[in-house]
């Protein structure tokens, strides 16, 4: 994966950039179900 911010090559699947330390996109979409309800009080 290429950085955005400084063209860094990264390794598939990584988070930041190796070089700039930049926050690099999610492979896949985050997971959109609701969670655990909190229960009643």
């Known amino acids: 994966m ?3 911010e400084c ?3 990264n390794a ?3 988070h930041f950039c ?3 330390e930049a926050f690099l996109a ?3 979409e985050p997971d959109r179900r609701p969670g655990p ?3 009643p009080a």
Do not use: T
């Open 37 to 39: 309800s909190a229960p």
């Open 26 to 28: 999610w492979d896949e």
């Open 18 to 20: 190796a070089s700039c």
């Open 12 to 14: 598939a699947g990584a």
């Open 7 to 9: 063209g860094h090559r």
């Open 2 to 4: 290429i950085c955005p």
